[in-house]
């Protein structure tokens, strides 16, 4: 199998994880924008990988996927630092604290 088609593959599972995870994600309209954005990445990447596989070596149309899929990723960063910092991912924020602060216990631990 053509690593350009396992390639696209990949990126179509990951997009359809992400996906997925946009609808779970119904009630946090911030963080459901950046999953739907960066599974529209995913499907531009699949895109890019199967033109490759297709042997399309047409660079303004690999360019053009290239530009369009780093847009889609830079816009769903935004999406999902606005909904971190809206308060959209505070469950995360909570369990990330509560890590930290059992890490820097058993370290002030071991050193005593």
């Avoid at 999406?79 to 058993?106: C, D, P």
Wanted: glycine letters at 6%; charged letters at 20%.
């Amino acid at each position: 199998m053509d690593s350009n088609v396992l390639r696209a593959l990949v990126a179509l599972v990951l997009a359809a994880l992400l996906w997925s995870q946009a609808r779970l994600s119904a009630d946090r309209p911030l963080r459901q924008r950046g999953f739907n954005y960066a599974a529209g990445a995913l499907l531009v990447l699949a895109a890019f990988n199967a033109t490759l596989a297709l042997g399309i070596s047409n660079s303004v149309v690999l360019i053009g996927f290239v530009v369009v899929g780093v847009l889609l990723i830079v816009v769903a960063l935004i999406s999902l630092v606005g909904s971190f910092r809206s308060g959209e991912m505070k469950n995360q924020q909570e369990r990330i604290a509560a890590a930290t602060k059992e890490f820097r216990e058993r370290k002030s631990d071991k050193h005593q």
